[in-house]
């Protein structure tokens, strides 16, 4: 029964992940992912990894990918361009999935990850803690590349930060230069000439 589980979202999730690459709608390009992770989800449960699982509901589905969605939906994203050039480089996009495909199928196939090189997870006691186990392994054996992730991250979302607070698409106001404002900067008086209220055709007319 485990098998046949594990098949049912490998599957649904090995679809979904190709629904997202290949739909043209944004949104529901975001629901198939939403579908993936889910998936995803699934196999962790099956591998014991019930943290991880739930993590990956909470934080990518419940959070991520509701601003996610969010953003596609409120932005107008004009459809038609992304349409143009489908056809022209379908040729190149078959010819690099299929390379991706056949690495991905000598680095993860068989002889590396098979049952008789990986055995299956065996069963843990009731009393076994998942969220402790992996607190043990970023905080000691990876707690280096775990620290480089997050000033990495750090930095990323200081640039993102800057990038959009840019003087030139800065919208906020500056209290100095408004209080240096002058009348002569913001009012312009124009002289006229005031035109006459009765034209010569006008007074023939009377």
Not at 37 to 66: H, K, P, Q, R
Not at 130 to 139: A, D, S
Request: hydrophobic share 55%; charged share 15%; with cysteine.
């Amino acid at each position: 029964m485990e098998h046949i589980i594990f098949y049912c979202l490998a599957a649904i999730l090995l679809f979904a992940a190709t629904m997202v690459v290949t739909v043209r709608n944004p949104v529901r390009a975001t629901l198939f992912l939403i579908l993936a992770f889910f998936s995803s989800a699934g196999v962790w449960l099956l591998l014991e990894a019930e943290f991880l699982a739930l993590t990956l509901v909470l934080v990518y589905v419940g959070a991520v990918m509701v601003l996610f969605l969010f953003v596609v939906m409120m932005l107008d994203i004009d459809l038609a361009p992304l349409q143009e050039g489908f056809t022209k480089y379908l040729p190149l996009g078959m010819f690099v999935a299929a390379l991706i495909t056949i690495e991905m199928i000598a680095v993860l196939g068989a002889n590396h990850f098979g049952l008789d090189v990986v055995p299956s997870p065996s069963p843990h006691p009731a009393d076994y803690s998942n969220t402790r186990e992996i607190g043990l392994l970023l905080y000691t054996v990876y707690v280096y590349p775990f620290e480089i992730a997050s000033v990495i991250l750090t930095v990323a979302i200081v640039a993102a930060i800057t990038l959009t607070l840019r003087q030139k698409n800065s919208k906020s106001q500056d209290i100095s230069q408004q209080v240096k404002v002058r009348r002569e900067d913001r009012v312009r008086i124009v002289k006229m000439q005031s035109s006459p209220t009765k034209t010569k055709e006008q007074e023939a007319q009377l």
